[in-house]
């Protein structure tokens, strides 16, 4: 018997919607859905490979329980009575002696997002922390400053640009797959793309202009670009006039930042930054200066994405075709969206976050999220108070955070160590309890409100029964918050009932998603009046370059540039990034992708590595403050002098994660840890390293 299921991948982050073909209670084929608008049956490779994590006897498929030294790799296995018994003892003592503040959750952010700050409200503790200031909280910050909206309110009309300049948005190998599709449409329609980035990535391939720029001077170029477009009055006067504040002082400021003097520091020509800001403003509005994703770079990351926030703001292509838009929820149509569990009523809570985050001394960076490269110092000097318990779920703190050596001595002093995954990740293999997840072919998940130009609601649905002794998210919190004395705050029985409890006042059921796996709120294309109806949530309800979040908190709108080092002899920039092949740290022990690509190699400049004795394919030697490792080297003209580029997510050392275990090297191992105090990322980028033949 054979069925077809509407669904979301959960491959990465993206949750592109899917076609899941099922026969006999097997997953048979796996497709992008073919009923919604630029997915049209399209899939990436990651997606593909979602057969193979449901099959994988690698996976965690039962409940563990540490029974060595942590880190050892003894476990033993346990039922789930006695696992979540053994936490929930654990977390009562914990709450009692030390305040429920304790106790930390971190997790990439997902569709129970609101199930996980829920047990943590219930509990009293303000330290929920997610995976997005480590990749994109700079970001948010920025686009908070200047229009009042966070970077996840915002979105890029791909299809209808008419020019797009990327700095380092690998979006080819990064791939969300309706975004590459629009995007190719609109290049096949006549778009131009210009890309920015000290390695010649998938992406920069695809360009109509590449520029090798000098790392870490992304910032003096956006400079000089609002330079010449100021000095010829290029941009979007009439839109400008009304909706932005603050153009008299970035006028200032940019006066002395001439294409000359950023030729200089970025490497390129004056002439050909001078042509970039005409050809934009030919195309203005619908042009797009794309902020980014992955915005932590640099300890000055805030002000490099504001930069471009800025440019856009000039070409007036803020809410407009083919430009950058604030998504529209269903409140535009009089529609409501799902609810959610943390619109309940919870006990207040007076204690700060750990991090500091919303406090005079990191007041700016979204409490909604924390500063999770914060955690480490917090839990070793105990200040604000000690953390005792971590709750990790589909989170990797020891391979996405920098310094992975420090976050070891800071997990080393808590009490308990709990990750709910689907892998033996690295932190898996240095908790105390292991609790398995069932991966989302195996269960329904909570809704997914997507807002947008049009906005809808996606779900994600059970295909087949778990393979495995496996639990969904959903009703693991609840068992445990059941054990700790708060389940009431949960409501449900299973992660359908939760669903049902979720559309309850919207109109939609849980079976109108069997159709095309989504719902929609309007047929109708939302967009903004641009001349009366703008709706910023600044203070002064306009875009404003000079922030009132910025100076209220003591920080500049424009602060001085500081000139880049030049690193020479054997010394580098390191640089991190993506591949179509592999998802972050999460992907690299997949039977499919792992023998498509079982480690990284570092990239390395050809003449730099002639001099150093490099050959490629050798190893080498890579180190910083922080720690070391080999690798092997990939010998390239297609990179900086100043750079030596590693993909993310390799290194692991749980062993029985067997086919990724050891292979390649870890970046976290050797990132510093150093954080963007204004806009809260880490700087990823600012890690200098020295590279020699092994």
Same mark, same amino acid.
């Given at each position: 018997?054979?069925?077809?299921?509407?669904?979301?991948?959960?491959?990465?982050?993206?949750?592109?919607?899917?076609?899941? %073909?099922?026969?006999?209670?097997?997953?048979?084929?796996?497709?992008? =859905?073919?009923?919604?608008?630029?997915?049209? @049956?399209?899939?990436?490779?990651? @997606?593909?490979?979602?057969?193979?994590?449901? *099959?994988?006897?690698?996976?965690?498929?039962?409940?563990?329980?540490?029974?060595?030294?942590?880190?050892?790799?003894?476990?033993?296995?346990?039922?789930?009575?006695?696992?979540?018994? *053994?936490?929930?003892?654990?977390?009562?003592?914990?709450?009692?002696?030390?305040?429920?503040?304790?106790?930390?959750?971190?997790?990439?952010?997902?569709?129970?997002?609101?199930?996980?700050?829920?047990?943590?409200?219930?509990?009293?503790?303000?330290?929920?922390?997610?995976?997005?200031?480590?990749?994109?909280?700079?970001?948010?910050?920025?686009?908070?400053?200047?229009?009042?909206?966070?970077?996840?309110?915002?979105?890029?009309?791909? &299809?209808?640009?008419?020019?797009?300049?990327?700095?380092?948005? =690998?979006?080819?190998?990064?791939?969300?797959?309706?975004?590459?599709?629009?995007?190719?449409?609109?290049?096949?329609? @006549?778009?131009?793309?210009?890309?920015? /980035?000290?390695?010649?990535?998938?992406?920069? %391939?695809?360009?109509?202009?590449?520029?090798?720029?000098?790392?870490?001077?992304?910032?003096?170029?956006?400079?000089?670009?609002?330079?010449?477009?100021?000095?010829?009055?290029?941009?979007?006067?009439?839109?400008? /006039?009304?909706?932005?504040?603050?153009?008299?002082?970035?006028?200032?400021?940019?006066?002395?930042?001439?294409?000359?003097?950023?030729?200089?520091?970025?490497?390129?020509?004056?002439?050909?930054?001078?042509?970039?800001?005409?050809?934009?403003?030919?195309?203005?509005?619908?042009?797009?200066?794309?902020?980014?994703?992955?915005?932590?770079?640099?300890?000055?990351?805030? *002000?490099?994405?504001?930069?471009?926030?800025?440019? =856009?703001?000039?070409?007036?292509?803020?809410?407009?075709?083919?430009?950058?838009?604030?998504?529209? @929820?269903?409140?535009?149509?009089?529609?409501?969206?799902?609810?959610?569990?943390?619109? !309940?009523?919870?006990?207040?809570?007076?204690?700060?976050?750990?991090?500091?985050?919303?406090?005079?001394?990191?007041?700016?960076?979204?409490?909604?999220?924390?500063?999770?490269?914060?955690?480490?110092?917090?839990?070793?000097?105990?200040?604000?108070?000690?953390?005792?318990?971590?709750?990790?779920?589909?989170?990797?703190?020891?391979?996405?955070?920098?310094?992975?050596?420090?976050?070891?001595?800071?997990?080393?002093?808590?009490?308990?160590?709990? %990750?709910?995954?689907?892998?033996?990740? /690295?932190?898996?293999?240095?908790?105390?309890?292991?609790?398995?997840?069932?991966?989302?072919? #195996?269960?329904?998940?909570?809704?997914?409100?997507?807002?947008? !130009?049009?906005?809808?609601?996606?779900?994600?649905?059970?295909?087949?029964?778990?393979?495995?002794?496996?639990?969904?998210?959903?009703?693991?919190? &609840?068992?445990?918050?059941?054990?700790?004395?708060?389940?009431?705050?949960?409501?449900?029985?299973?992660?359908?009932?939760?669903?049902?409890?979720?559309?309850?006042?919207?109109?939609?059921?849980?079976?109108?998603?069997?159709?095309?796996?989504?719902?929609?709120?309007?047929?109708?294309?939302?967009?903004?009046?641009? &001349? #009366?109806?703008?709706?910023?949530?600044?203070?002064?309800?306009?875009?404003?370059?000079?922030?009132?979040?910025?100076?209220?908190?003591?920080?500049?709108?424009?602060?001085?540039?500081?000139?880049?080092?030049?690193?020479? /002899?054997?010394?580098?920039?390191?640089?991190?990034?993506?591949?179509?092949?592999?998802?972050?740290?999460?992907?690299?022990?997949?039977?499919?992708?792992?023998?498509?690509?079982?480690?990284?190699?570092?990239?390395? =400049?050809?003449?730099?590595?002639?001099?150093?004795?490099?050959?490629?394919?050798?190893?080498?030697?890579?180190?910083?403050?922080?720690?070391?490792?080999?690798?092997?080297?990939?010998?390239?003209?297609?990179?900086?002098?100043?750079?030596?580029?590693?993909?993310?997510?390799?290194?692991?050392?749980? !062993?029985?994660?067997?086919?990724?275990?050891?292979?390649?090297?870890?970046?976290?191992?050797?990132?510093?840890?150093?954080?963007? &105090?204004?806009?809260?990322?880490?700087?990823?980028?600012?890690?200098?390293?020295?590279?020699?033949?092994?």
């Amino acid at each position: 018997m054979e069925k077809t299921v509407y669904s979301m991948c959960f491959m990465c982050s993206i949750r592109c919607p899917i076609k899941v %073909t099922v026969k006999d209670g097997q997953v048979t084929f796996i497709e992008g =859905n073919p009923k919604v608008a630029g997915i049209d @049956g399209s899939l990436c490779p990651r @997606g593909s490979a979602g057969i193979s994590l449901l *099959y994988d006897s690698q996976r965690v498929q039962s409940p563990m329980i540490r029974s060595g030294e942590r880190g050892s790799g003894q476990w033993r296995k346990a039922t789930w009575d006695e696992a979540l018994d *053994y936490i929930a003892d654990k977390l009562k003592v914990i709450i009692q002696k030390h305040g429920a503040p304790s106790v930390a959750l971190t997790e990439r952010t997902n569709l129970s997002t609101h199930v996980s700050k829920t047990f943590l409200k219930a509990i009293g503790s303000p330290n929920h922390f997610t995976h997005d200031a480590l990749c994109k909280g700079s970001v948010n910050t920025a686009c908070r400053s200047l229009f009042g909206y966070t970077d996840a309110q915002m979105g890029i009309d791909y &299809k209808n640009t008419k020019h797009i300049v990327m700095y380092g948005r =690998n979006l080819f190998e990064a791939i969300a797959v309706k975004e590459v599709n629009s995007l190719m449409e609109a290049m096949a329609a @006549g778009a131009k793309m210009t890309y920015i /980035d000290p390695r010649v990535s998938i992406t920069a %391939t695809k360009a109509q202009r590449y520029w090798m720029i000098r790392p870490g001077t992304d910032l003096a170029l956006n400079y000089a670009l609002m330079h010449v477009i100021l000095k010829e009055r290029l941009y979007d006067a009439e839109y400008v /006039d009304k909706w932005v504040l603050g153009l008299n002082e970035l006028q200032d400021f940019v006066q002395s930042c001439t294409p000359e003097w950023a030729e200089k520091e970025t490497g390129i020509p004056a002439a050909e930054i001078v042509v970039l800001a005409r050809e934009m403003s030919k195309d203005k509005p619908a042009v797009i200066f794309h902020y980014g994703y992955r915005g932590a770079h640099h300890a000055n990351e805030i *002000y490099m994405r504001r930069s471009i926030l800025i440019l =856009n703001a000039l070409m007036g292509s803020v809410e407009a075709k083919g430009g950058i838009f604030f998504k529209k @929820g269903p409140g535009e149509v009089g529609g409501k969206p799902a609810r959610k569990l943390t619109e !309940q009523k919870f006990p207040a809570i007076k204690a700060p976050r750990a991090d500091k985050v919303g406090t005079k001394d990191f007041p700016l960076p979204d409490p909604d999220h924390g500063v999770p490269q914060m955690l480490p110092q917090a839990i070793l000097n105990e200040d604000p108070y000690p953390i005792k318990a971590l709750l990790v779920y589909r989170f990797e703190p020891l391979m996405s955070m920098p310094d992975s050596n420090l976050t070891k001595k800071a997990l080393d002093k808590l009490d308990l160590i709990v %990750t709910i995954d689907i892998n033996y990740s /690295d932190i898996a293999w240095h908790s105390d309890v292991i609790l398995p997840e069932s991966i989302y072919l #195996e269960r329904t998940d909570c809704v997914q409100q997507a807002n947008g !130009q049009k906005p809808l609601m996606f779900l994600r649905r059970q295909a087949v029964p778990p393979r495995y002794d496996t639990r969904d998210w959903n009703v693991i919190a &609840k068992q445990i918050a059941e054990r700790i004395g708060i389940g009431e705050f949960f409501p449900y029985k299973d992660s359908e009932d939760l669903v049902r409890w979720q559309l309850e006042g919207t109109g939609f059921t849980l079976e109108d998603f069997d159709k095309s796996g989504f719902v929609a709120y309007t047929d109708k294309q939302i967009l903004w009046d641009r &001349k #009366e109806g703008l709706k910023f949530k600044t203070p002064s309800k306009k875009i404003e370059l000079k922030s009132a979040l910025l100076e209220n908190a003591g920080f500049p709108s424009f602060p001085p540039y500081e000139p880049v080092p030049i690193y020479t /002899d054997n010394q580098f920039r390191l640089v991190t990034g993506r591949n179509a092949l592999h998802t972050h740290v999460s992907t690299q022990n997949n039977a499919y992708l792992s023998e498509l690509m079982p480690e990284n190699m570092l990239w390395i =400049n050809s003449k730099r590595a002639s001099a150093l004795g490099i050959k490629d394919g050798g190893l080498v030697k890579v180190a910083s403050k922080n720690g070391s490792g080999q690798i092997k080297a990939l010998v390239t003209d297609f990179i900086h002098p100043d750079s030596v580029f590693m993909l993310h997510g390799f290194g692991h050392q749980a !062993q029985l994660a067997a086919r990724s275990y050891n292979k390649g090297v870890s970046d976290a191992m050797l990132e510093e840890n150093i954080t963007d &105090k204004v806009g809260g990322s880490p700087a990823l980028h600012d890690t200098i390293v020295t590279v020699q033949a092994a």
